[in-house]
DNA sequence: CTCATGTCAGGTTGACTGACATTG
DNA sequence: CCAATGTCAGTCGACCTGACATGA
């Protein structure tokens, strides 16, 4: 029996980390084990953000980086390997001879399909398992997180220490 | 200006994906922030698992590696640099020869009491701005998120389809 | 010429697995 | 001998920055 239990939940701080934390991977982890399960075993868990940011009348390499918020060489290399897989495809772009777009291919349009099917079964079970409070408002409750978070230089009860 | 805005937002379950992926790293981002910012600079942002699981008396490695769900050798590299950094110090287990355990030094128990500080001021201006709904019912709503992503093989609209 | 696009090469971070010495 | 602890070495995934060719 080893004692792997959480320590003692030292503060409600700790439990607020561990949770925030935790909701992270697990929403995105369940989407890839589906679409893998159902027929799509080499998507990595990195190839989704292409699919959540490509139009399906084809985006810019470098729209698709921005929107995803990482560096085009990075979102290259993703691209480049759905491409691999079949499912999606490049054409040049018809406003400027530099550059391609990328667009799903009709296997990508069923990828995503299926992504946003099992996405929105997640939800409407997540709302039917709450009670006193609705789906948008947990998610504008973690947006009003993130703007605590990103302001600096701290929430207000630090800023009045430190000030 | 550039069309990075959101494509379209497609549906609300993309949505979700993109709030409570945010989430995360922003909370996590923010605590590493203030740390750095007053006094800690060489903290990155993996050491935090191990000031979530340490227990001032000491803990083991394996247990520590446990308590974060990783393995025994990457929580030993961080624990390594921490003893480096004058955080932690490592002493033998009264119990077992075989080992020794990781407790926090008087210098890390003053970071650990300030990563506390600010996460507890986080959570109080979270809860001040939330008006219809409190941080414990966001918590035990996202708890709830987890144990549908984490059940096999899906939430129940998607069994129901594929049975 | 400059600016935007995209590719190539190499580096960093945070994890992993395998192999091993130590000791109960 | 077996099991647990911890270290050493090597690998990987997902990103980064820098340098560069191409074309508007």
């Known amino acids: 029996m080893t004692d792997t239990a959480a320590p003692d939940p030292r503060d409600d701080a700790a439990e607020m980390t561990r949770v925030v934390k935790g ?6 982890g369940a989407v890839l084990r589906h679409l893998r399960a159902s027929g799509s075993p080499a998507l990595r868990s ?3 953000q292409v699919f959540e940011n490509v139009d399906l009348d084809g985006t810019r390499l470098t729209t ?3 929107r995803a918020g990482m560096s085009h060489q990075a979102m290259g ?15 040049p772009d018809p406003d400027d001879r530099r ?5 799903p291919t009709a296997e990508g349009r069923v990828l995503i399909d299926r992504g946003r099917e099992y996405l929105e079964a997640v939800r409407e079970e ?18 009003a997180l993130a ?3 990103e302001r600096e230089p ?10």
Chains 1, 2 share one sequence.
């Open 126 to 143: 997540w709302e039917r398992s709450l009670s006193d409070l609705t789906v948008g408002q947990v998610l504008e409750a973690l947006r």
């Open 147 to 149: 703007r605590i978070c």
């Open 46 to 48: 990195a190839h989704q």
């Open 77 to 91: 290399e993703l691209v480049a390997e759905l491409v691999e897989q079949g499912y999606l495809e490049r054409f």
């Open 23 to 28: 909701a992270r991977g697990t929403l995105s």
């Open 99 to 103: 550059s391609r777009r990328v667009r």
């Open 154 to 163: 701290g929430p207000e009860a630090i800023r009045r220490r430190d000030g």
């Open 64 to 66: 698709l980086a921005e």
